[in-house]
């Protein structure tokens, strides 16, 4: 049995003790000492059967801890070993990591860098991660000389990490967010520049001023082509959230007449060299000071009401679980 949140279609999320199965196969059992929350996590909560998909469920697509058991199948994990896990199935077709343990497939683990404690792990968690991976795909197509480079969802996990990353890189970074009140947090990430994000989130021409060398996006929707009918010729633009819209309302004009890339960035099935590579630069990259800083630790009955908010837009930066409160 773990203490852990329980999300079920008969009834309302709550702490309950769940039973585990013993790690099989290629899986391991660990002993979890900090989760995230994220916006999936939210849907989680609200039941959403997109992301929901076994009844019930342990919300929490973040696992931090230590290897405390390992199935028969496994040789390359060490029992002790301090992990992270993020996606992976974790919190969506499988029990996450919103419990005091959890069994995780071997294959997504990664073994954490000295630098990173499990505290700075979980604040990093998918949202980190998908700002890293991010951050590596456009760095292959724009340097920092290039121009400015726009991130939206600025206040939301991906925003706050991708902009203290890519100032760390050189570029020079504007934040586009729909909470002015967070401009001087921001700044203090690295942001040069704060827009709201009124001015680009109504449909738009589909060719615009280019303004942009490339811009990391998690909100797609209209916001998003009007990103790309604004980006420079031969800039690039990474693609890895939904806040506004699934839909892509653009044409192929920003790519036909200005070699504009569009770049789709997945976490939840990322290979592990990918893994690894992205955790060993946020390891060395992400200056630890500036994510505490938009960081606030809550305990697992706490996550629920969060992760309604994190829905809602009503959070800024990053919100860790410590399962043991």
Request: aromatic residues 2%.
């Amino acid at each position: 049995m773990t203490r852990a949140v329980l999300v079920s279609r008969s009834a309302a999320p709550t702490v309950t003790d769940v039973d585990l199965p013993a790690p099989g196969g290629r899986e391991a059992l660990v002993t979890v000492t900090r989760s995230s929350v994220n916006y999936k996590d939210g849907l989680a909560v609200a039941g959403d059967p997109g992301v929901v998909r076994t009844d019930p469920l342990v919300p929490g697509i973040d696992v931090v801890g230590t290897v405390a058991a390992v199935g028969p199948e496994v040789e390359d994990v060490a029992v002790g070993e301090r992990v992270v896990l993020t996606g992976a199935g974790a919190g969506e077709t499988r029990h996450g990591g919103w419990a005091e343990q959890c069994v995780v497939p071997v294959d997504s683990l990664v073994s954490l860098p000295d630098a990173v404690d499990d505290d700075l792990a979980a604040a990093i968690g998918t949202a980190g991660f998908t700002a890293m991976l991010s951050v590596l795909a456009l760095e292959r197509v724009v340097a920092p000389e290039d121009g400015p480079v726009l991130v939206t969802g600025a206040s939301g996990g991906v925003g706050t990490v991708a902009i203290a990353l890519l100032a760390a890189r050189g570029y020079r970074v504007t934040a586009s967010t729909g909470r002015p009140e967070n401009g001087d947090s921001l700044r203090a990430l690295g942001a040069t520049d704060v827009v709201d994000r009124a001015t680009i989130a109504e449909p738009g021409k589909p060719m615009q001023r280019a303004v942009w060398a490339g811009a990391v996006d998690s909100v797609g929707g209209a916001t998003l082509a009007n990103v790309l009918a604004s980006t420079q010729y031969g800039g690039a633009v990474t693609a890895c959230g939904l806040a506004q819209d699934t839909s892509l309302p653009t044409t192929v004009l920003p790519f036909i007449l200005r070699g504009v890339s569009l770049l789709g960035i997945d976490s939840v099935a990322a290979p592990l060299d990918l893994r690894q590579r992205a955790w060993a630069r946020l390891g060395t990259d992400l200056d630890p000071a500036l994510l505490r800083g938009v960081t606030r630790t809550v305990g697992l009955g706490e996550a629920i009401e969060v992760g309604a908010a994190v829905v809602a837009g009503r959070v800024h930066g990053r919100t860790v679980v410590d399962v043991a409160r």
